[in-house]
């Protein structure tokens, strides 16, 4: 098994960005697909950004051009770099492992404990 912990959530004004971290240990970080997904309150999780263990980078239509994820092998971590927030990004980050990429949740079985981000606007 493999052990996700996530940081970096807080509140931001809307237009405002904030640097989600996840600190990977347990199983060897370079051979995991690693992702995010998000959670608001009364909604299923759904996807938003994704990169393989060869960092090809996979976006959620609503995130593209203002999130980017990005991995550092050598500190076992996948970070979110999140722009131009809006109040609709409000909701539960999670960090998410797996073997290979997925944009379906259900299909992921390692997941970190979330980390609250609001938008405010």
């Known amino acids: 098994q493999v052990q996700l912990v996530e940081s970096g959530g807080g509140l931001v004004q809307a237009g405002g960005s904030l640097r989600l971290s996840c600190a990977v240990s347990?199983?060897?970080?370079?051979?995991?697909?690693m992702g995010w997904f998000r959670q608001a309150p009364g909604k299923e999780r759904e996807f938003v950004a994704a990169?393989?263990?060869?960092?090809?980078?996979y976006y959620a239509d609503s995130v593209k051009g203002r999130f980017t994820i990005s991995r550092d092998n050598g500190k076992n971590t996948v970070t979110l770099q999140m722009n131009s927030l809006k109040p609709e990004d409000t909701a539960v980050y999670y960090c998410?492992?797996?073997?290979?990429?997925?944009?379906?949740?259900?299909?992921?079985?390692?997941w970190g404990q979330g980390t609250q981000v609001t938008v405010s606007s």
């Open positions: 347990g199983r060897t970080f370079s051979n995991y697909a």
């Open positions: 998410a492992a797996g073997s290979v990429v997925s944009t379906i949740a259900t299909t992921i079985s390692n």
């Open positions: 990169i393989s263990w060869i960092d090809y980078t």
